[in-house]
């Protein structure tokens, strides 16, 4: 069964700083892994989603990498802002998951003025 | 403009009632999903559907109920026999077949009266 982890649960970083979000899978078998972004009581937007042939997504300051022989993804943000503020969430679609998506817990992120 | 619409984005369950949740998508995606989510948790799947007419229980499908009698809907009723129902509810759509991302609605949040 695909487990989904993802360290640290939450962050707090001054305004500018570049940081790196982490995500573990323990089956390899993927067929891509979605990075979230959710508002608090809100639904969830995607950031970037990459396939399992690829190694890295880019969309402006974001960049999402895959290491999929090691079970890995990492989200990184560059010159963090306030209104980065949000939880993010990893979901892997696993090959033998049924068409399903395998969530982490998310990494809470406040930058700060 | 083509999205998904979950409703009431609030709802109150009083002992003993089923209540139902709408989620309605204009973006002819063959799959739709219900997730639960907790504080500190990720989304855990409820049911799913990959067609019209046809539908899976996910890994917390007791207590809960689900149609698909139209391809553009998916309602959610949450029994009498869900005795934890207060959480916040998430639905999501994509198009059929492996690698293709998941659309969110905004939520709607579950309380007992």
């Known amino acids: 069964k695909q487990e989904v982890t993802q360290i640290p649960a939450a962050l707090s970083v001054p305004e500018g700083e570049n940081l790196v979000l982490n995500c573990s899978f323990t089956?390899?078998?993927?067929?891509?892994l979605q990075w979230f972004r959710q508002d608090p009581g809100k639904g969830l937007t995607s950031l970037l989603l990459?396939?399992?042939?690829?190694r890295e997504q880019t969309s402006g300051r974001l960049n999402a990498s895959l290491d999929k022989s090691s079970g890995r993804s990492t989200l990184y943000i560059a010159a963090s802002q306030p209104g980065d503020s949000a939880t993010y969430l990893c979901?892997?679609?696993?090959?033998?998951?049924?068409?399903?998506?395998?969530f982490g817990t998310g990494t809470q992120l406040k930058v700060e003025l | 403009d083509g999205g998904i619409t979950q409703s009431p984005k609030y709802l109150f369950r009083k002992e003993g009632q089923n209540v139902t949740l709408s989620c309605e998508q204009n973006?002819?995606?063959?799959?739709m999903y219900w997730y639960r989510q907790d504080p500190g948790q990720g989304l855990r799947l409820i049911y799913y559907?990959?067609?019209?007419?046809?539908?899976q229980k996910g890994d917390i499908a007791e207590g809960y109920s689900v149609s698909r009698e139209k391809k553009e809907s998916f309602p959610l009723t949450v029994t009498s026999a869900q005795k934890n129902p207060t959480a916040f509810y998430l639905c999501?759509?994509?198009?059929?077949?492996?690698?293709?991302?998941?659309?969110f609605g905004d939520g709607t949040r579950l309380s007992i009266l």
């Open positions: 999501a759509s994509r198009v059929q077949g492996g690698g293709q991302p998941q659309h």
């Open positions: 089956d390899s078998a993927i067929y891509n």
């Open positions: 990459i396939q399992s042939s690829q």
């Open positions: 979901a892997v679609d696993s090959a033998g998951g049924g068409n399903k998506l395998t």
């Open positions: 973006l002819n995606h063959d799959a």
């Open positions: 559907s990959q067609i019209v007419n046809d539908f």
